[in-house]
């Protein structure tokens, strides 16, 4: 199947700090990938939309200035949380859009921000 | 926009036996549905997936099942083995929103040796 990979799998930073991750799809091109977010013991709250080339779509409520996404290339998207503070502590997982519907989600990047 | 429920929350069961996870969705247009494993730490893991224009789907031990005039579909799973223990989620997609995914709130599976 198609081959998601995310970086790095865990990071632990500083408040204030900003944490950059990085999502890839390895073997095949993807012009749509997605973005979530898991709180523990909770299902996955989608946050933006990334298309390659263009802005990305953001959910209601979830601030773009905090969380710039850049769809640079159709292998890579990446997310940054600027200025991060413990609230911004989760589970972030991206998702690639595989042939019209199907998604592969990657193995998510655990957050831990002091 | 598209709700999407998902019942029951937890299920245990027996090895051997079977497990089923029932879902409803709200919006009439949602075309695509797929179900999902999640492991503890890992990201999810797509296991089976259902179109509007197809009633069933089963691969192995797994089978989806779709009723689109009510709004609900099923995940089945047959022969259930302790690797089956994980969280299941449902999700609900349509063209109209470039196929984002909603998801329910995931059930998870306990299968006993």
């Known amino acids: 199947g198609a081959v998601v990979s995310q970086h790095p799998s865990w990071v632990i930073c500083k408040s204030g700090t900003s944490v950059k991750i990085e999502c890839r799809s390895l073997?095949?091109?993807?012009?749509?990938m997605f973005w979530y977010r898991q709180f523990p013991k909770q299902s996955l709250m989608l946050m933006a939309t990334?298309?390659?080339?263009?802005?990305?779509?953001?959910e209601q409520g979830v601030e773009k200035d905090k969380f710039l996404i850049n769809h640079a290339s159709l292998t890579l998207s990446t997310l940054t949380v600027t200025s991060a503070h413990p609230e911004d502590s989760s589970f972030y997982i991206c998702?690639?859009?595989?042939?019209?519907?199907?998604?592969?989600f990657g193995p998510g990047t655990r957050l831990l921000v002091l | 926009g598209e709700n999407v429920e998902q019942h029951p929350s937890t299920l245990s069961v027996q090895e051997g036996d079977s497990a089923v996870i029932k879902c409803t969705y709200s919006?009439?247009?949602?075309?695509?549905f797929p179900w999902y494993k999640q492991e503890l730490g890992k990201g999810p893991q797509l296991i089976i997936d259902i179109r509007s224009n197809v009633g069933e789907k089963k691969d192995q031990r797994i089978a989806v099942t779709l009723n689109k005039t009510a709004k609900h579909f099923s995940l089945h799973i047959t022969e259930t083995q302790p690797e089956d223990s994980a969280v299941y989620f449902c999700a609900a997609s349509t063209h109209h929103s470039g196929y984002a995914l909603n998801f329910g709130k995931g059930t998870s599976l306990l299968v006993t040796p």
């Open positions: 919006d009439s247009a949602s075309n695509y």
């Open positions: 990334s298309n390659e080339g263009s802005k990305a779509t953001y």
């Open positions: 073997d095949f091109q993807a012009t749509t």
């Open positions: 998702s690639a859009r595989f042939r019209k519907e199907t998604q592969y």
